[in-house]
């Protein structure tokens, strides 16, 4: 049976567990012969480092496809593209615009499908993010995370769902009118404790982690707007004294200082931005190897 990987949730916590322990023991280049084709509708540094050094680590390889060289649903349905796609490659890899696009080409694929991001979910780095979590906390069940910001938003969503399946309470402080997606907020609800506030204070108060991202997406054209919306939001040392003492800061990047985070706290004491960034490669080879060679878990 083809396993997909959409949404956090398409792995158990049994699974999450077995994903970190691979990718905290680095695995061997057991994927030698594979090919990985990435689709990419919006541009990333850190997807296309960490998905095509991982297939060379594992000894496969990475076929990058840009927005020119398919045009989702212009040139080519993307049932078309996942049915040819998938008759040369052994993974999908896709970052997209819409949730459905990703749901469409696992819907049509014969070979496994990975969310490199969606307006919805973004589980690869929320992956990484717990796993980060977990190397330096030493533990998540019990910790609380804080997201402070636009909870309308893909990382907040798989890592909200992430971190009540793995034990942790999760805190969201989001202006009204931005709150996360109801779906998931019920989701999350039946695997752990959600709290959704009005006030970032409180979402920061006693948290072991605080967590941002920025507040103008791609594709967003309010930005003034948003800023200002989001001003009483921003990360900054004020409200980091809000969490514990050891709290640590994290933020998927690419980060916008002076914005949602201030420089003192980005590139400060507290911050482990760039251990987080490094971890999407280690966890999405664990992740490449589970839906390729579930038996080397």
């Keep these: 049976m083809i396993k997909h990987f959409l949404s956090i949730t398409d792995l158990t916590a049994k699974e999450i567990w077995q994903v970190f322990a691979l990718a905290k023991r680095q695995s061997k280049p057991v994927l030698k012969g594979k090919s990985l084709a990435m689709i990419f509708e919006k541009p990333?540094?850190?997807?296309?480092?960490?998905?095509?050094?991982?297939m060379t680590q594992l000894g496969g390889h990475g076929v990058y496809l840009g927005p020119s060289d398919i045009g989702l649903e212009k040139?080519?349905?993307?049932?078309?593209?996942?049915?040819?796609?998938?008759?040369?490659?052994?993974?999908?890899?896709?970052?997209?615009?819409?949730?459905?696009?990703?749901?469409?080409?696992?819907?049509?694929?014969?070979?496994?499908v990975i969310n490199g991001l969606s307006d919805l979910e973004h589980p690869c780095q929320a992956l990484a993010d717990l796993f980060t979590i977990w190397e330096i906390k030493a533990k998540i069940k019990g910790l609380k995370i804080a997201f402070v910001g636009d909870g309308e938003n893909n990382v907040a969503h798989s890592l909200c769902l992430g971190a009540t399946m793995l034990g942790a309470t999760f805190a969201c402080g989001s202006p009204k009118g931005f709150w996360m997606n109801k779906q998931i907020v019920?989701?999350?609800?039946?695997?752990?404790?959600v709290i959704e506030?009005?006030?970032?204070?409180?979402a920061a108060a006693d948290a072991d982690i605080v967590v941002t991202d920025t507040w103008i997406s791609m594709g967003d054209t309010?930005?003034?707007?948003?800023?200002?919306?989001?001003?009483?939001?921003?990360?900054n040392q004020k409200l980091m004294k809000y969490a514990k003492k050891d709290a640590i800061f994290m933020h998927c990047l690419p980060a916008h200082r002076g914005e949602e985070v201030t420089a003192d706290v980005i590139d400060g004491p507290q911050s482990v931005v760039f251990q987080e960034a490094e971890n999407r490669l280690h966890v999405q080879k664990a992740l490449l190897v589970h839906l390729l060679s579930p038996d080397m878990l």
């Excluded at 078309?80 to 615009?97: E, L, P, Q």
Aim: glycine content about 2%; hydrophobic content about 40%; overall charge positive.
């Design 197 to 202: 506030t009005v006030d970032p204070k409180e």
């Design 75 to 112: 040139r080519e349905s993307v049932g078309d593209v996942a049915r040819v796609t998938s008759s040369m490659a052994d993974m999908i890899m896709a970052r997209v615009f819409k949730h459905e696009t990703v749901e469409k080409l696992a819907e049509y694929a014969t070979v496994p």
């Design 222 to 235: 309010d930005k003034e707007k948003r800023i200002k919306i989001f001003k009483k939001y921003q990360v």
């Design 44 to 54: 990333s540094l850190r997807t296309r480092l960490s998905f095509e050094i991982a």
């Design 186 to 193: 019920a989701q999350a609800k039946k695997f752990g404790k």
